[in-house]
């Protein structure tokens, strides 16, 4: 397994850097690199037992290693030693308040950046406007001593993508940052773009080994596909290709003993809506005359396990860690507020951790058991299936009442509003590091065998 050592600048000979015995690292070699930034150095293992990384304070300053770096990997290859790595996380809504520099994200940030040193690697914030291209270095955020600091810095040897919504991403100017990084200078950049669902559930259709658990799904193109898939399943879901947090979906329900037809959502205003009509005329007429369908997907209706009497869904995260390989990060269990169409906290849902539901006809064990191999091998599928580098995905899946698991949603930047629930703590820390962690690896891969990185 890869070991992250202790860093510490010293006044040692200048241009020196000493490396723990230990290290499988083969001498001589000639330059020293830390992020872009290389330079001739004198390398040499120590004589002492000392299992530190120790660098001179003339060549750390050359380097841009900020001070208050503790910790870093080796990595070697044909004459040169590297540091690192220093992962640029990149985003945008910065803000002037020098101690929220990220608004309403910034406590995320400063949680996600608490855990670099014992993960060791050294990571920072920035955005496009923090870029020095002239210079080949970044006035990077960096978080520590519980507050914010900006220091200039290489560029970074991977890049965790953290813009936080579609429209940021489509602005030009972060575009133009993000596709000269990685085409110009060769950076490694993980989680990319956001997801549409329906593009989402025609990849994976095209993988047969994880097609039982994709419900029916379709381009919003006609009236008469939900009279069809209503007539199979009883109710459907219409939902944004593009949407986020439960907004914007309906719930259609057929009553064949009725000849009713009913609708559930969440208005303007926030309330739970439920609206009954005589036909399914009526009521697309109503709810979608000012709305474009092109925009929206039918999806199947899963008559879901409960808990509470309340129809119950899981969230799942799956990250990739320092070997690349998938790991389930975190299951919890979401529970639907009453009325609600979706199980969003938004909505009024509440979030639990598997072991805390006790009501349920299926064994947890079973369930949590059946949950991890459906999202690792989802996983796998929807990497093959996607252009760039994938570290993290977050799922939404149900289990229907025989059994059976069901993939509803891919998330490629998943939310941490879970996490903010007491039994999910073990969770939250677990995802910050590996998601931090995977660049140990990306960086060792863009070194050894960049073929496989820019395939």
């Known amino acids: 397994m890869k070991k992250h050592y202790r860093l510490e600048i010293t006044s040692q000979a200048a241009n020196t850097i000493s490396i723990p015995n230990e290290c499988e690292i083969p001498l001589p070699l000639q330059k020293v690199s830390f992020g872009s930034k290389k330079m001739d150095a004198i390398i040499k293992k120590q004589e002492s037992i000392k299992q530190c990384i120790s660098i001179s304070q003339g060549l750390a300053h050359a380097l841009h290693i900020p001070a208050h770096c503790s910790a870093l990997h080796l990595f070697f290859d044909h004459d040169t030693l590297y540091l690192g790595p220093l992962v640029g996380i990149f985003t945008s809504g910065f803000s002037s308040i020098k101690v929220k520099p990220i608004g309403d994200r910034t406590l995320n940030f400063s949680k996600l950046l608490s855990v670099q040193n014992t993960v060791g690697v050294h990571a920072f914030l920035f955005g496009e406007q923090h870029i020095n291209w002239e210079k080949t270095t970044i006035n990077g955020l960096f978080y520590y001593d519980g507050g914010w600091k900006i220091i200039e810095v290489p560029f970074p040897n991977v890049v965790y993508d953290r813009i936080p919504n579609r429209k940021s991403e489509k602005l030009s100017r972060i575009k133009t940052a993000k596709n000269r990084l990685q085409k110009d200078y060769l950076i490694p950049w993980y989680n990319p773009g956001f ?25 919003f193109t006609s009236f008469s596909t939900v009279e069809r898939m209503l007539s199979n399943y009883n109710h459907v879901y219409i939902k944004p290709k593009n949407g986020s947090l439960g907004k914007g979906i309906f719930q259609v329900i057929y009553d064949k003993k009725e000849n009713n037809y009913y609708v559930r959502f969440n208005d303007s205003t926030g309330e739970n809506r439920l609206q009954k009509f005589d036909s399914l005329e009526k009521l697309m007429n109503h709810i979608f005359h000012k709305k474009n369908i092109s925009n929206f997907i039918i999806q199947q209706g899963i008559y879901l396990i409960r808990s509470e009497h309340k129809p119950i869904d899981f969230r799942i995260h799956t990250n990739k860690n320092k070997s690349g390989q998938w790991e389930v990060t975190a299951i919890a269990a979401k529970i639907a507020g009453a009325g609600s169409v979706t199980t969003h906290m938004n909505n009024g849902g509440i979030i639990k951790s598997v072991a805390e539901l006790n009501d349920l006809e299926i064994d947890t064990k079973d369930l949590q058991d059946k949950l991890c191999t459906a999202s690792l091998q989802i996983s796998t599928a929807l990497e093959k299936q996607l252009e760039g580098i994938v570290g993290e995905i977050g799922f939404d899946m149900g289990i229907d009442r025989k059994g059976r698991v069901w993939l509803f949603e891919a998330n490629s930047k998943p939310g941490r509003s879970m996490f903010k629930d007491s039994s999910l703590k073990k969770y939250d820390l677990l995802t910050r590091r590996l998601s931090l962690e995977y660049a140990i690896y990306l960086m060792e891969k863009c070194i050894k065998m960049p073929e496989d990185i820019y395939r």
């Open 195 to 219: 997801f549409n669902k329906l593009d989402i559930y025609e990849r994976l259709l095209q993988e047969s080994s994880i097609s039982d658990y994709l419900p029916e799904t379709h381009s």
